[in-house]
Structure formats: C-alpha cells, structure tokens
C-alpha cells in the first residue's frame, strides 16, 4: 500500500531553465489527475520543500518558487511536505515561519508533513542526531504535522543520502 504520492524533491533549489515554473505547476495538476483517477483515496503531495518559504540562498533557490507553486496548484495536493534539515533550534524557527506563511496563503486547512528532516550522524554526533530526531517528531505532531520522516545524513557535512 502506497500513503503518499511525492512528486519530486527540493524544486526550489532546481534553476527555471532546468524545470520551467508553468511546466512544474502543469506537472503537479497532471501527477494529480493521473493519480486520483487511477486510486481515489491516494494522497499527493507536491515535491518536498527545502524549508520554509523565506528560505533565500542565491544562486541556490528560486526566491518565492515555493509560495508561487503552493497557490497556483491549490486543489491539487493533500500535503504541503516541508524538509528542514539541520539542529533543533533551526527546525523550530522554520517551522514557525511556514505555518504563519500557510495561514497567509490561505491553506492552512491543507495538512502539513515533516517530511525529511535530518542531521549528520557520523563523526561523533550520533548521540546529539538521537536527541534531535525525537525532540524534532514531537514538535512536528504537537503542531499538527500529519506524519515525520527522519532523513539520515551520513557524509559529515549535511548532504548525504539516507
């Protein structure tokens, strides 16, 4: 049994040239289509958000993308996935941010997903990964988080693979 449907990862570190705006929101509304009329009851996500949707690194990430996307394909998703990798302290402040911007962008009703959240557990911080992974799940589910993925970072510097 599949729960969710993730249409991609981290668009918003994707340069235009490589996936045009309208040609990712005419997939998200597509994937939906495809999905809901092949299992009704699956849920679908649009791809996971690196963070919350200030997140401003340029050269990095498409400034406002993610705002952009969330209100173009309203009606289109079941979940709005958000990653945050990194301590504690940064999960919380981001998170705080994106619930206050989904109530701005009106779909607050819309649940939300900790989806691959995650520090580094190698080079002596696997004790500090432990207490961050628990203290990070029960923030997400006491503000309304639907589920909790936990994305291992291996390699040290806090882009590895699970």
């Not at 940064?90 to 705080?96: G, L």
């Not at 190698?122 to 628990?134: I, S």
Request: include cysteine; aromatic fraction near 14%.
């Amino acid at each position: 049994k599949i729960d969710y449907y993730e249409l991609g990862n981290e668009w918003d570190l994707v340069p235009d040239f490589v996936l045009p705006e309208a040609d990712a929101f005419r997939l998200q509304k597509e994937a939906w289509d495809g999905i809901k009329k092949g299992c009704p009851d699956a849920k679908v996500m649009p791809n996971g958000w690196t963070t919350d949707m200030t997140f401003d690194r340029p050269g990095m990430n498409r400034k406002g993308f993610q705002e952009r996307y969330m209100t173009a394909t309203k009606g289109f998703y079941d979940f709005h996935p958000v990653h945050t990798h990194g301590t504690f302290a940064r999960y919380v402040q981001s998170t705080e941010r994106f619930l206050a911007q989904r109530r701005a962008l009106g779909i607050d009703g819309v649940p939300w997903f900790s989806n691959e959240t995650a520090l580094t557990s190698v080079l002596g911080k696997e004790n500090e990964a432990a207490e961050c992974v628990w203290q990070k799940m029960v923030y997400a589910q006491a503000h309304g988080s639907t589920d909790f993925i936990w994305y291992n970072l291996r390699d040290g510097l806090g882009a590895g693979r699970s």
